[in-house]
Nanobody, 121 residues
Framework: QVQLVESGGGLVQAGGSLNLSCAAS????????MGWYRQAPGKQRELVATVTNGGSTVYADSVKGRFTCSRDNAKNTVHLQMNSLKPEDTAVYYCNARTYDTARNPGLNYWGKGTLVTVSS
């Protein structure tokens, strides 16, 4: 069963913008943070941005001031507005949802299948 669904990837010229969206299934319970990771060709997967249930945000240094991550807790959705895109932003972007740890169970990570963002120079 699909639990995270991403959309919005595509091809854009340097300096352009894209907006990524992700929707979490109701089968994912107790979500703490939702956000985005990316993996560029030949590189390790890295954090892009996350938003906690309380609204705190964390951004990678490489995207600060250019990307904005927003979340609607009631809808279990998260968005990534990407502006001033650079060729080095080219990567597969993965939606991530992380649940709270409890006294009985560890938190879990859920991943989307990824959406490709290509920025041409």
């Amino acid at each position: 069963q699909v639990q995270l669904v991403e959309s919005g990837g595509g091809l854009v010229q340097a300096g352009g913008s894209l907006n990524l969206s992700c929707a979490a299934s109701e089968t994912i319970f107790r979500i703490n943070a939702m956000g985005w990771y990316r993996q560029a060709p030949g590189k390790q997967r890295e954090l892009v941005a996350t938003v906690t249930n309380g609204g705190s945000t964390v951004y990678a240094d490489s995207v600060k001031g250019r990307f904005t991550c927003s979340r609607d807790n009631a809808k279990n959705t998260v968005h990534l507005q990407m502006n001033s895109l650079k060729p080095e932003d080219t990567a597969v972007y993965y939606c991530n949802a992380r649940t709270y740890d409890t006294a009985r169970n560890p938190g879990l990570n859920y991943w989307g299948k990824g959406t490709l963002v290509t920025v041409s120079s």
